[in-house]
Each structure stands twice: as C-alpha cells, then as structure tokens.
C-alpha cells in the first residue's frame, strides 16, 4: 500500500470506529433504576403551557393561522398566570395517582418557560410575570415527591437560525438566516441550564424531530451528542424522543402518540416495539395545548379504560391537560384528576409495577401481572360465564374489590370459566388469578 492508500485506509479505519462508538451506548446504572422505576409508576400526566394557551386554540397556532413571529411574541407581554398555583397542581396530579409530571419547558413557538440566558424570549424577562415557571414547578414536584420530565421541541418557529423544516414557514422568518450550528449550542446550552439549575430532571421529552421528515438529504440532528450531553449533566435522567420511529441509541424510553404500542390509528405510528419502557401519550379532551372550544372532555370510564388498557400493553400512560393562560388547571380536568384518583385508591394495584399479562389486550379488556398474580381486567364483557385461556393450574380466582373467592373449572384445552358475580355498574371488573 503507498503512502495515499495507508492514508485513506486510516481514515476509513477511524471513522468506522467513530460511527461504532456513536451507535454503542451504555446507560448507566442510576439510569437503568429510572427506567425501572419510570416502567412501574404507570401513569403521568402532561402538562401543554406556554404564551399559546392566551390565544386559545392549542399550541400549534401560530404555524396553523400563520402568524407572523414576531406579532404572536408580543402575547408574552401580557402573558400574568396570577392564579398558577405550583402546589395545587402537584397535589391535584398526586391524588389522581399520576407518579410524574411533563411540562411543556419551550414548545414550537419557541417561548421558553424558564428564566434562559440564551433568549430574552422567556417566563421571566419577556413577561410581566417574571417568574421562573420551570423552578416554582420543579421545587414543588421535589418538595412533594414527584417525578419531572420537561418537554423539548427540537424545532423553533421563532428562530431564525432554526434550519427551515416543513412546518412554519409562513411566519414571517428570514430564511437566509438559518444557521444549524448556532441553533444546535443554543438548545445544547438551554438543556444545560435545565439540567443544572432545576435539581432533578426524570426526563427529556423531544419532540419535532419530524419536521425534517420530508428533506431531500436526510436531517442529521445530531442526537448522539445531545443525549451524550444529557446522560453526562444527570445519568439517570431519561431520553425519549417523539419523532415516531424506532429508538435511536442514546434513548431510554420509547414514546407513542395517541396509539398504544402497536396500533396505528393516527398513521403516524409505524415503529416497532422495543424493549425500552414504553409510554403512550393521549388528550384529556382533543387538544394538547389550551383550547377554548374544546370542552369534549373524556369521560371517567374512558379514561380509565384508557389507563388500563395502556397498562395491558405494558405502556405509562401519560395523560395531557391544557393549562389555562391564568394559570389554572380547567375545572373538568380538575374533576377529572379526582376521579380517577379515587379509581387508583381502589385499583392501583393491579396497575403499578405491573407489566403487560400473558393475554394480550383482547375485546373483553385486558391484562396485567405482577408477582405471579395474573389481573384479569373485564371492561366490556356482561354475561355470567367467563372463559380465557390459561397456562398450567390454577389455584384460585378472586373478585379484586370483595375479595372473594369466586368458582371456576378448568377446562381441558388449557382454559378455565369463570362464574361471574354481577358487574354491569362496574367499569373494570377485576379479578385476580393465581
Ligand atoms: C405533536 C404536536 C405537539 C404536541 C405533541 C404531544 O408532536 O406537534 O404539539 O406537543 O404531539 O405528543
């Protein structure tokens, strides 16, 4: 080999290596123990807040009435949450049952809702609150004990060093004014601050990735580094990224939109399942951020079978309100928490630190397991007699809420029936089999 071939033998050499070292990622042990713990609490809830939730018609707005950046930025001049009230959320969101609390830290319109060095766009120096969302939030989930995650978008309306992907593009942004690399240290150097200034971060929630879905030369977002950066500022806090395709390594949980793992009725969820902790998001009515038309709230049957299902999957379900710009949770989504607070009191059980059950979610409902004990929720089936599949022999059948025994025969072909008791008034009907 001459001199030019030792050369660029060497340097396909090096960047093999390089690319090897990129895919291969190790997450640390304090960060195995918050997957662990993520994977068993079950149940989040969502939080779409920022100066959108003044004009009341969610958080895509801007892109979808095409307004211009720098008109809709003046809302944040009159943006004066006077009744957010940082304890009253965190212990409404714990009585539901909820184990950790996303809040929306910059959405798409680009506010940040932390007091950043990195823009004047934000909570604290471009409104007449002034006050540092992020802290008061983060102090009280700690105080209280509960987990935070903070939403990140990876794309930016506002800026215009953001390079241009296929949403926002009528809003009145300079094109010629995209820079990846300025835009790429300024949301490095905000995960930064997010992770130093506000103690403990469960998670990183990307999102946005799919504005450059379309690009003719694939996007190189550079997500090796990013993650590097997070893993290395707090180990265990976890990476997930909404960008609706298999996880990239680097990432600790997989998320799905408005699916459960496996289903796809949005098209938009055509990943496979990994073997991450997965969590499944959803609306609490139709909408993520604020919307004032929209009072379709689920019901509480809904939204428990919702939850239970989720569970069956082996998924968190994290459950989204839309704050309104006073800083109050909706009074339905307030009642709502309750409810299903007062379902988790009783059922709880047979949800936390359960993985999916050996049946898979059927029509009749779904299943969950914990400790050798399989729980059979029944969430639509009205009739006496109940007959599943089953591996191996079973010692007994027990009503959850009672309970009581209940009779059974096993069957032959590895199936035992059940004789329900009565349970038309009952949304989950659980029984508990071991
Ligand atoms: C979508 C939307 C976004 C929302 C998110 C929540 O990606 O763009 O507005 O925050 O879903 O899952």
């Known amino acids: 080999m001459n001199k030019l071939g030792i050369l660029i033998f060497g340097a396909v050499f090096m960047a093999s290596v390089f690319v090897q070292a990129q895919d291969t990622y190790y997450p640390s042990e304090e960060n195995l123990k918050s997957r662990k713990e993520f994977a068993e609490s079950k149940f989040g809830i969502f939080l779409h807040w920022g100066i959108y939730s003044m004009f009341g018609q969610g958080e ?38 909820a184990k950790y609390v996303c809040l ?36 009280e989930c700690h105080k209280q004990g509960i987990k935070l995650h903070l939403y990140y978008s990876h794309l930016d309306w506002t800026r215009e060093d953001y390079p241009w992907g296929r949403t926002g593009l009528h809003v009145g942004r300079d094109k010629s004014k995209n820079n990846w690399q300025s835009y790429y240290n300024f949301m490095n150097n905000q995960l ?24 003719a030369t694939p996007f190189d977002w550079e997500l090796d580094t990013q993650y590097a950066l997070i893993h290395k500022l707090q180990p265990g806090c976890l990476v997930g990224n909404n960008h609706h395709l298999n996880p990239y390594p680097g990432e600790d949980i997989q998320i799905f939109e408005r699916d459960l793992p496996g289903e ?25 951020g604020y919307k004032v038309s929209d009072q379709n709230y689920k019901s509480v049957p809904e939204l428990i079978r919702l939850l239970v299902n989720t569970a069956g999957k082996g998924a968190n379900l994290l459950l989204n309100i839309g704050p309104q710009p006073n800083g109050e949770l909706p009074e339905i989504a307030l009642k709502r928490l309750h409810d299903i607070g007062t379902w988790m009191n009783q059922y709880g059980e047979t949800i936390y630190g359960t993985t999916a059950g050996s049946l898979p979610v059927q029509e009749w409902g779904a299943t969950t397991c914990k400790g050798g004990v399989e729980y059979i929720h029944i969430l639509n089936y009205k009739y006496t007699y109940f007959t599943i599949p089953v591996k191996g022999k079973i010692k007994e059948v027990k009503e959850f809420a009672s309970g009581k025994l209940l009779n059974f025969k096993q069957n032959k072909d590895n199936t035992i029936t059940i004789k329900l008791n009565p349970h038309d008034d009952v949304v989950d009907y659980v029984l508990e089999i071991r």
């Not at 009435?65 to 212990?91: C, L, M, Q, T």
């Not at 680009?110 to 939030?137: E, R």
């Not at 997010?194 to 450059?212: K, P, Q, S, V």
Request: glycine residues 8%; negative net charge; charged residues 25%.
């Open 60 to 97: 895509w707005y801007m892109q979808n009435e095409n307004i211009n950046f720098k008109e809709y930025a003046k809302a944040a001049d009159g943006f004066y949450p006077h009744r957010f009230d940082p304890a009253a959320w965190v212990s409404a969101i714990k009585a539901a049952g």
């Open 104 to 139: 929306t830290s910059r959405h798409h319109d680009g506010f940040s809702m932390w007091g950043t060095k990195q823009s004047k766009y934000n909570i604290v120096d471009a409104t007449p609150y002034g006050k540092d969302i992020i802290k008061l939030l983060a102090d």
């Open 192 to 215: 930064t601050e997010l992770l130093t200034n506000y103690g403990e971060i469960g998670a990183i929630w990307f999102d946005g990735h799919w504005d450059h879905d379309e690009d």
């Open 264 to 288: 796809n009725t949005t098209g938009w969820s055509k990943a496979g399942i990994s073997k991450l902790p997965l969590e499944t998001c959803e609306t609490m009515n139709g909408m993520w």
